[in-house]
């Protein structure tokens, strides 16, 4: 089955500065990529998703990057605000005709004042 | 366009009990998904609904059991509790079943004492 793997576990940042997540997958079939971001005691919520038919795709802050051929994509977030600070997951859907998401362990960013 | 919605927020229950936890789905979504969440680390995929059956299944026994209701609306069960069931219970719906994005709940906290 699909594996992601996700790092950094935790990066911390101070407010302006840029922020970079990365992920591998393993299942080359896999064409669907959301990233989602959970606050405490919350759940998870969607802030940008890209397709395999995408190689890039920006909304204001928050851009995707997705490299087909390496099986890796990318979160960057810029000018980072306190309110950035959150676990962010990445996730691979495959085509089994179902919408299974497999996610990666996340990443806690803390972005300080 | 009302959201995802769970209940319980949070329970406690006992080593050998049975839970059943509830999701209501976002409003013309008719896929319902299941995931869990222990602390620390990713949702991982329990099962899904379309249409009110089950048309995929992670790797969790059988004790873990769900339904969809005509409404969309999906329940899951768990049998026979035991302490590593702890965990974020988490409710995904999307518009149909292999396509568009998934929208979480809030979750539904699970202690096993």
């Known amino acids: 089955g699909e594996n992601v793997e996700q790092h950094p576990s935790t990066l911390s940042v101070q407010e302006g500065d840029s922020a970079v997540i990365k992920c591998t997958y393993s299942d080359s079939a896999s064409n669907y990529f959301p990233w989602y971001k959970q606050e405490l005691g919350k759940g998870p919520q969607l802030i940008i998703d890209?397709?395999?038919?995408?190689g890039e795709k920006k909304d204001q802050r928050i851009a995707v990057t997705l490299n087909k051929t390496a099986k890796h994509f990318s979160l960057h977030i810029t000018e980072t605000q306190p309110e950035d600070s959150a676990v962010y997951f990445c996730a691979a859907r495959g085509d089994s005709g179902y919408s299974t998401l497999t996610f990666g362990k996340g990443t806690m960013l803390l972005v300080s004042p | 366009e009302t959201g995802v919605t769970q209940s319980p927020t949070h329970l406690i229950k006992t080593r050998g009990q049975q839970v059943t936890l509830r999701c209501s789905s976002q409003s013309g979504h008719n896929t319902v998904s299941w995931y869990q969440q222990a602390l620390g680390q990713g949702p991982q995929f329990i099962f899904q609904y379309y249409r009110e059956e089950e048309n995929g299944r992670g790797n969790f026994p059988p004790r873990f059991s769900g339904l969809q209701f005509p409404n969309y609306s999906s329940e899951l069960n768990v049998n026979a509790l035991e302490l590593d069931d702890s965990a974020l219970y988490l409710c995904?719906?999307?518009?149909?079943?292999?396509?568009?994005?998934?929208?979480f709940g809030e979750g539904s906290r699970l202690t096993v004492l």
């Open positions: 995904a719906s999307s518009l149909t079943s292999g396509a568009g994005e998934l929208f």
């Open positions: 890209i397709r395999s038919n995408v």
